[in-house]
């Protein structure tokens, strides 16, 4: 009676997922995850978009020269978070919910980076998305870690990783070559 061994080969993999896989392994915040492509993530950032572009529309009548309205922007928009942050923050100690308080906290120190860039470079549309962006790619590390320690769920990093998405997205160049 002869012996049947079986071999497992792997499916080679796409090159897109070969990618995203690589670029895991180097580091959490290269890669966005397919649940993010979602319809309800687009539809959000899509407001966001509509919000920032009002708000932007606003203070160029009132004044503001087209850069320095971007970068105003950004500073209300990164001011916002910062504020939903810091308000959650302390409904949560004051609730005695310690672990989430200090998820907040984390989050605090990973966008401080941007809450105090922006007012020091009024109209510095390279700096102001260099910020966002370093302030997002710390906030979506930050948020894989924590999560990958203490999976119970928040959602603050999420939150504020779209709105500085939809903010890069706004202060990207192919919006200020006009």
């Not at 796409?14 to 649940?35: D, I, T, W, Y």
């Not at 809450?115 to 549309?125: F, M, V």
Request: proline share 4%.
């Amino acid at each position: 009676m002869s012996a049947d061994i079986l071999t497992f080969r792997s499916v080679p993999l796409s090159q897109a997922e070969a990618a995203r896989r690589r670029a895991m392994l180097l580091h959490p915040s290269n890669f966005k995850s397919a649940a993010a492509a979602g319809s309800e993530a687009a539809g959000r950032a899509q407001d966001l978009r509509r919000r920032f572009e009002c708000l932007y529309a606003d203070l160029v009548e009132r004044g503001l020269s087209e850069k320095e309205a971007r970068t105003e922007v950004a500073r209300i928009a990164a001011r916002e978070v910062w504020d939903g942050y810091a308000s959650e923050l302390r409904n949560h100690r004051t609730g005695g919910r310690q672990m989430d308080a200090n998820i907040l906290a984390v989050a605090l120190t990973s966008i401080q980076c941007v809450t105090k860039a922006l007012p020091r470079h009024p109209g510095d549309l390279e700096y102001a998305s260099r910020a966002v962006s370093t302030a997002r790619r710390r906030l979506q590390y930050n948020g894989g870690l924590l999560h990958r320690l203490h999976p119970h769920g928040n959602p603050a990093f999420e939150d504020g990783v779209a709105t500085f998405e939809a903010l890069e997205d706004f202060l990207h160049p192919q919006h200020w070559a006009a």
